[in-house]
């Protein structure tokens, strides 16, 4: 099967690494139990970075990595693109054992599925690699740090809060969500049915579809959506890909204007659809902040500045000092609610 690739080069190109240090250490993971514990163990002169996202040709991950790029030209390091053309449970694997072979000094990766590239990285972590997740995690004991763009539970809440506030706090809702093994969606959707359930019993979730990230499948499922139940008043979109899909659809339908939309996009992914009025507002964090503190907490591992501990702190530029919390878990913060009022402030 054909793999797409592209690769992005950031700082002084480093000489190709001339082998592989083998780790005493466990399969994998970091504070989960594997991986880097006790020493920073790995070649701390090797900064060369491989960031792996779900799929290439996604917008959002685009941004992330131009986050990510920006952050190794800053501590001199090479950061390198690679990643299936589609986002399934095991296609992330042969880029993986590449990584390792190759002798990548930290691997960056966005999980589609929580386990299934876990013994990929376990071999990574055993050959000296350290291993950092970003917006979707794996199992903890398969890395050594999570940088999580915002807790589960305030993602779950402002997309439940604005789709309440926009449809009056009753009537039909759907969600419209990526994957069905994706991480953080999954984790989203489960906070947010528990928020429907205690907060606004007037809120009935009828289904929960996939859009695979892919917005041809996306957008067929919210015409499909609203053909199913005439009376939706409106879609949660947790993905870039989902929302942006169903906002085109949204916006040439007669349900423009009758049908609420909301969810995580990137601003410029989004702007036409909350200028025009399909949409009145939508959150997401800065997915170049997020592959920007995911570089440099890779580059502190490298360096063994930290090992994924609880209580280890790093320098992330001119993010500031963050502080590694439970379960090698770093938190960028708080999601951010976009409208016709702030959206011409953003460029990404």
């Known amino acids: 099967m054909f793999e797409f690739k592209r690769s992005r080069r950031a700082g002084v190109i480093a000489a190709l690494a001339v082998g592989v240090t083998l780790l005493a ?27 792996l996202p779900k799929n290439l ?23 390198e693109e690679v990643g299936p053309s ?8 042969s880029y993986i054992q590449t990584a390792a072979q190759q ?20 071999e990574a972590s055993d050959a000296g690699v350290k291993i950092v997740t970003f917006d979707s995690d794996t199992n903890p004991d398969c890395r050594d740090l999570f940088i999580n763009q915002a807790t589960s539970e ?10 309440a506030k926009q449809i009056g706090d ?21 906070t947010m049915k528990e928020l429907l359930a205690s907060d606004h019993p007037n ?13 041809q499948t996306s957008f067929d499922k919210t015409a499909a959506l609203l053909q199913t139940y005439p009376e939706l008043k409106g879609i949660i979109s947790p993905t870039t890909v989902g929302i942006s899909a169903a906002a085109r659809y949204l916006s040439t339908s007669e349900y423009k204007g009758k049908v609420a939309l909301t969810g995580l996009g990137t601003p410029n992914q989004m702007r ?77």
């Not at 131009?66 to 390091?77: D, I, L, S």
């Not at 589609?86 to 694997?93: D, H, M």
Request: net charge negative.
């Open 25 to 51: 250490a466990g399969c994998s993971g970091g504070s989960g139990g594997g991986g880097s514990t006790g020493d920073a163990g790995g070649d701390a002169g090797n900064v060369s970075i491989t960031m």
């Open 272 to 348: 036409e659809y909350v200028e025009d009025g399909t949409v009145t507002s939508f959150a997401l964090w800065n997915p170049e902040d997020l592959g920007y503190l995911a570089a440099f907490a890779a580059d502190a591992l490298i360096k063994g500045d930290i090992t994924g501990k609880e209580g280890d702190t790093f320098d992330a530029g001119k993010l500031g000092s963050y502080e590694v919390g439970k379960d090698g878990v770093v938190l960028l913060g708080d999601p951010y609610v976009f409208t016709k009022d702030n959206i011409s402030d953003f460029d990404f």
């Open 154 to 163: 305030g993602i779950a809440k402002v997309q439940v809060d604005e789709i």
């Open 203 to 215: 809120i009935e979730l009828v289904e929960v579809a996939y859009g695979d990230d892919d917005d």
């Open 170 to 190: 009753a009537g039909q809702i759907a969600i419209l969500s990526a994957s069905a093994n994706a991480t953080n969606q999954n984790a989203w959707i489960e």
């Open 103 to 122: 002798g990548a000094g930290a691997l960056i990766v966005s999980a589609n599925d929580p386990e299934a590239i876990c013994d990929a990285l376990g």
């Open 57 to 79: 040709g996604n917008p959002y991950f685009d941004t992330s990595t131009k986050g990510a790029t920006a952050a190794a030209e800053e501590f001199g390091g090479t950061l």
């Open 86 to 93: 589609e986002a399934s449970p095991t296609s992330q694997v």
